[in-house]
C-alpha cells in the first residue's frame, strides 16, 4: 500500500475520532432545553365544522336552578361594555384592586354559558359571547415556531388556558349549537388549541404547564399549575366530542392512565374529565377506583361547619368534584348514592354564602344588594366574590342537578 494511502486512511480515521470526541463534548457542556414536540399523527382540521348536536340533560326548576341563574346574573351585571368580567370584589368596601388571571376568568366565560343552557336565555350567551370575543385576543399562533395556537398570558402560554378555552367553546356549542363568533371559526381555534395541547405531552406522560412561544419555542420544565393537567384531559374529552374523531379519545385515555398512576389529590378537574370518559365511552375497573378515591378524598379534605373561616370557594370545588363523580358512577354502573347528602352538605355551606343571604350575621343594605345579589363571598373573613367560586359553583351545581334527572329517568 502506498505512503499516500496509508496517509489518507489515517487522516480520515483521526477526523472521524475527533469528530466524535466532539459530539460528546458539546452534548456533555450543553443544558438540555426541553423543546416542544409536534404530536407525530394530528387529525385533520374539518371546515365547516361537522354536524354534531350535543347531548343535553335537562334539570329541573326550583332553588338550586334559581342559584345558578342568580350567580349569572351577578356575572352580567358586573361585565365591562369591553367584555370584560369582574375578576374579584370585595362588596363591602367595593375593592377592586386584584391583579386577575385571565386563566380563571376564561373558564368564568365558560360559565356564562352554562347559566345560557340551563335558563334558556340568550341574555348569558350574548355576555359569554361579548367575553369570549375579549379574551381570544390573547390566542398566539405561530405555525414556524410551535404547532397549533396557545392562550398568552403573564409572560408565557399556560397550558390550562389552552384547555379552558377548549372547555369554554365547548360549553357555548353545548348552549347553542353553533361554532361561529361572528367571522371566527370556533371549531377550527378549539382543534389548534388542542394541537398545541397535545405538543405539550412529556414522553413519559403527564405534561409541561408553560411554553414560551416568543424564545425559541421551548418550555418552562419548571412552571407547575395545580389542575393543569386534568383541565387538559376534559379539553380533549371536549373535542372527541365536538368532533367525533378517536384521535382525540386516544389522547384522552394515554392522558388518563398516566393520571391514574399519580397520587390522589382533590382534583374536580379530573371528576368532571372522568364523567364524561364514563358518558362518551366507558371506565375501566382502574378508572372506577381512582374516582372512588379522588371522592374520598375531597370529603375528607376539609371541614364542612359553617365556620366563618371557611371558604366558600374550596367548597364548591367540592360540589363539582362529587356531582361529576355521581355521574361518573351512575353511568358506570357503580355505586353512586352515597355521595347525595355529602353534596347537599357542601350546597348547604355554599348557599350560606350566596348574597342576600350570609352566615355571617352582617346587616348588608339594599343597595349592596342591587349592585351584588347572586355574588359567592368566601368567607366571614374576606367578604370577596372571586369568578371560581361562582364558575365551579355555576358547573357543580348543573351537574348535581344533572345527575338528579339521570337517576330520575332510569
Not at 328 to 337: E, G, M, V
Request: include cysteine.
Amino acid at each position: 500500500m502506498s505512503s499516500i494511502r496509508k496517509n489518507s486512511i489515517f487522516a480520515a480515521v483521526f477526523l472521524l475520532v475527533l469528530a466524535g470526541i466532539l459530539f460528546f463534548v458539546v452534548n456533555k457542556q450543553s443544558p438540555e432545553a426541553p423543546i416542544v414536540v409536534t404530536a407525530a399523527a394530528s387529525p385533520v382540521s374539518t371546515l365547516p365544522p361537522p354536524t354534531r348536536n350535543p347531548e343535553i340533560i335537562p334539570i329541573a326548576d326550583g332553588a338550586l336552578k334559581d342559584s345558578i341563574i342568580a350567580a349569572g346574573d351577578y356575572l352580567v351585571r358586573q361585565q365591562l361594555p369591553n367584555g370584560e368580567l369582574s375578576y374579584q370584589v370585595d362588596f363591602m368596601s367595593g375593592e377592586r384592586t386584584y391583579s386577575p388571571s385571565h386563566v380563571r376568568l376564561m373558564a368564568g366565560t365558560g360559565s356564562l354559558f352554562t347559566v345560557c343552557r340551563v335558563s334558556a336565555d340568550l341574555k348569558y350567551c350574548n355576555a359569554g359571547d361579548l367575553a369570549l370575543d375579549h379574551y381570544l385576543e390573547l390566542l398566539v399562533s405561530d405555525p414556524e415556531n410551535f404547532r397549533g395556537t396557545c392562550f398568552y398570558t403573564e409572560g408565557n402560554c399556560q397550558l390550562s388556558g389552552a384547555a379552558l378555552t377548549v372547555d369554554v367553546i365547548y360549553k357555548r356549542w353545548q348552549a347553542t349549537g353553533d361554532f361561529f363568533l361572528q367571522e371566527r371559526n370556533l371549531f377550527n381555534t378549539a382543534v389548534e388549541l388542542g394541537y398545541f395541547i397535545v405538543s405539550m405531552r412529556k414522553p413519559e406522560g403527564g405534561f409541561y404547564h408553560a411554553f414560551d412561544p416568543y424564545f425559541g419555542g421551548t418550555v418552562d420544565p419548571d412552571f407547575y399549575m395545580t389542575f393543569a393537567s386534568a383541565e387538559s384531559l376534559l379539553a380533549l374529552t371536549d373535542l372527541y366530542e365536538m368532533t367525533g374523531n378517536e384521535f382525540w379519545l386516544k389522547q384522552a385515555r394515554e392522558v388518563n392512565a398516566f393520571m391514574i398512576s399519580q397520587p390522589v389529590t382533590e382534583d374536580h378537574w379530573h371528576g368532571v374529565a372522568l364523567s364524561r370518559l364514563a358518558r362518551l365511552d366507558s371506565l375501566t375497573q382502574e378508572d372506577k377506583s381512582f374516582a372512588d378515591q379522588i371522592a374520598k378524598t375531597v370529603i375528607a379534605g376539609e371541614v364542612r361547619s359553617l365556620n366563618p373561616t371557611n371558604t366558600s370557594i374550596s367548597t364548591a370545588t367540592k360540589v363539582e368534584a362529587l356531582a361529576s363523580l355521581a355521574q361518573a358512577f351512575y353511568l358506570s354502573r357503580s355505586s353512586h348514592t352515597w355521595l347525595e347528602p355529602e353534596i347537599r352538605t357542601f350546597i348547604t355551606f355554599v348557599q350560606a354564602r350566596q348574597l342576600p343571604d350570609n352566615n355571617c350575621n352582617w346587616d348588608i343594605s339594599n343597595e349592596v344588594i342591587k349592585k351584588f345579589e347572586g355574588g359567592i363571598f368566601s368567607s366571614c373573613d374576606e367578604p370577596s366574590i372571586r369568578i371560581d367560586g361562582l364558575q365551579n359553583w355555576i358547573n357543580g351545581v348543573t351537574a348535581y342537578l344533572e345527575y338528579q334527572s339521570m337517576i330520575k329517568v332510569k
